[in-house]
């Protein structure tokens, strides 16, 4: 499925020029398993060989990012504060969420959110999802749009010119995101696991310890 997707956007590019860029850089967003690695390194080979302006392929590969990014920000906006916590108060237990963690999150996204944007734009996997907290808390939307546009320029400059440069091996380039993908995994389910850890393991341990003491 994923080879077919990429291989569906890659003929859009080849068809379409920056107009196909643009699209498929906005469904890219909304839906990730279209894969970026496959359509800017195409783009910058395209460059290379004089199909198309290297810096117009940039620039219709940000505002992409950037619409792509303002519709996962109006989901999140839609969803809300108040939808949420209610989803928290009634399904949070299964997670081990509470709505204090909603409100420590929340307060760690008012003070770090430009910066949270602008650094996940460029970390493979969650680089899309980092919209919908956005939306959730508001952010100003110039605001967004400006970090948003920061980080998606420097992701779409690494692989449009690592496709420039690579030419007929454009190709190569998904195989060195996936390397980055892993380090990133793994620290997801490094994270999962510790929340779980503190969440329900250590409290039934401490438990458990508490009744077996000595009295």
């Known amino acids: 499925m994923l080879d ?9 590019i080849e068809k379409l020029g920056y107009t196909g860029v643009f699209l498929m850089i906005v469904l890219e967003n909304v839906f990730p398993p279209i894969p970026s690695e496959a359509i800017l390194p195409l783009a910058g080979f395209l460059s290379g060989e004089g199909k198309m ?5 940039i620039l219709a590969a940000t505002l992409g990012a950037v619409v792509g990014a303002l519709i996962l920000y109006g989901i999140g906006a839609l969803v809300g504060d108040t939808r949420l916590r209610w989803l928290v108060r009634r399904y949070g237990k299964w997670f081990s969420i509470r709505e204090s963690d909603l409100d420590s999150a929340n307060g760690w996204f008012d003070r770090h959110g430009g910066l949270a944007v602008m650094i996940c734009r460029v ?7 980092i919209s919908i907290p956005a939306g959730l808390r508001r952010m100003p939307i110039p605001q967004f749009v400006l970090y948003t546009a920061l980080g998606s320029l420097v992701w779409n400059c690494v692989l449009v010119l690592t496709g420039w440069w690579l030419g007929d091996n454009w190709e190569e380039v998904g195989t060195y995101v996936d390397y980055l993908e892993i380090p990133v995994i793994l620290a997801v389910i490094g994270a999962a696991g ?5 969440r329900k393991i250590e409290p039934r341990r ?3 310890a508490k009744a077996n003491a000595p009295r």
């Open 206 to 208: 401490n438990l458990s």
């Open 53 to 57: 302006w290297l810096p117009g392929v």
């Open 123 to 129: 970390v493979p996997i969650v680089r899309s999802l």
């Open 194 to 198: 510790w929340f779980i850890w503190k």
């Open 4 to 12: 077919g997707l990429a291989n569906w956007a890659t003929d859009v």
